[in-house]
């Protein structure tokens, strides 16, 4: 990972230029971007993406059969382990946000193209806040790593930490997929058993999280299980 690194000054996603290019670049290829102009999150939400952020795309060409979101883990796992060894206590949110206290500090959107049942193309896109400004109005949601130092960092060189340490993770697990999983599980915020607090169509609800899996949570609300793609929680 990261021997082909390109820099881009201003596009608008990096996960769209390789949706787009895949086929020029070899897998492992890292597309890094300054400013993007549509910076997309999970579930068609936007994501800000101003000058001071590390916003770059990973591109993997599976030859293995191999889940997307394996990739996703090893993500979240191998930037929670590269802030920690930082000095920046944090937690993966599920499915895959990095968040400082009760604040996100990152994010990661990995997106598949498919040929036929096998995923041929895997395209995973992390976008952290580090020294840009975040706006007003996400202020009580979201934090930058420079916020929570309290001083710059240079992109260039956590850049590089991260993808050693995603390249490692990758590594690693790439033959047993479950103890990445477990990794995964013990480092997320919430756990199997614990009673949340979280949005329902609209509206906050109790329940208790029965099941973590890749793609979907199993939480009990009124004695009802229901199945979640999402988890907007409380975050405490
Ligand atoms: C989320 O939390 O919803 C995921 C955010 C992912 C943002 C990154 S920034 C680099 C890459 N390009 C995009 O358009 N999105 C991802």
Same mark, same amino acid.
């Given at each position: 990972?990261?021997?082909?690194?390109?820099? *881009?000054?201003?596009?608008?996603?990096?996960?769209?230029?390789? &949706?787009? +290019?895949?086929?020029?670049?070899?897998?492992?290829?890292?597309?890094?971007?300054?400013?993007?102009?549509?910076?997309?999150?999970?579930?068609?939400?936007?994501?800000?993406?101003?000058?001071?952020?590390?916003?770059?795309?990973?591109?993997?060409?599976?030859?293995?059969?191999?889940?997307?979101? @394996?990739?996703? &883990?090893?993500?979240?796992v191998?930037?929670?382990?590269?802030?920690? %060894?930082? !000095?920046?206590?944090? &937690?993966? &949110?599920?499915?895959?946000d990095i968040?400082?206290?009760?604040?996100?500090?990152?994010? /990661?959107?990995?997106?598949?193209?498919?040929?036929?049942?096998?995923?041929?193309?895997?395209?995973?896109?992390?976008g /952290? +806040?580090? +020294?840009? %400004?975040?706006p007003?109005?996400?202020?009580?949601?979201?934090?930058s790593?420079? %916020?929570?130092?309290?001083?710059?960092?240079? *992109?260039?060189?956590?850049?590089k930490?991260?993808?050693?340490? /995603?390249?490692?993770?990758?590594?690693?697990?790439?033959?047993?997929?479950?103890a990445?999983?477990?990794?995964?599980?013990?480092? *997320?915020? %919430?756990?199997?058993?614990?009673? /949340?607090?979280?949005?329902?169509?609209?509206? @906050?609800? +109790? !329940?208790?999280?029965?099941e973590?899996?890749?793609? @979907?949570?199993?939480?009990?609300?009124?004695?009802?299980?229901?199945?979640?793609?999402?988890?907007?929680?409380?975050?405490?």
């Amino acid at each position: 990972i990261g021997d082909k690194i390109i820099f *881009l000054p201003i596009i608008g996603s990096t996960n769209d230029f390789l &949706k787009e +290019n895949f086929d020029k670049f070899p897998s492992g290829t890292v597309v890094v971007a300054e400013v993007q102009t549509k910076g997309r999150g999970r579930n068609n939400r936007t994501w800000v993406s101003p000058e001071g952020g590390l916003w770059f795309s990973i591109l993997f060409k599976p030859k293995k059969k191999v889940k997307p979101t @394996f990739f996703t &883990k090893a993500a979240c796992v191998a930037i929670n382990k590269a802030l920690n %060894q930082i !000095g920046v206590e944090n &937690k993966i &949110k599920w499915p895959n946000d990095i968040y400082v206290k009760a604040k996100k500090l990152c994010g /990661i959107l990995t997106e598949t193209i498919f040929e036929g049942q096998h995923p041929k193309v895997i395209i995973c896109g992390i976008g /952290i +806040n580090v +020294n840009n %400004q975040i706006p007003e109005e996400l202020s009580d949601k979201a934090v930058s790593l420079s %916020q929570i130092t309290g001083r710059p960092h240079d *992109l260039k060189k956590l850049l590089k930490l991260l993808l050693t340490k /995603i390249n490692y993770i990758v590594k690693k697990y790439s033959t047993k997929p479950e103890a990445l999983t477990r990794v995964w599980k013990e480092r *997320l915020m %919430q756990k199997e058993g614990d009673e /949340i607090r979280f949005l329902l169509d609209g509206k @906050f609800v +109790n !329940g208790k999280i029965l099941e973590i899996e890749d793609e @979907f949570i199993v939480v009990e609300v009124d004695g009802k299980s229901l199945k979640l793609f999402s988890l907007d929680v409380i975050v405490t």
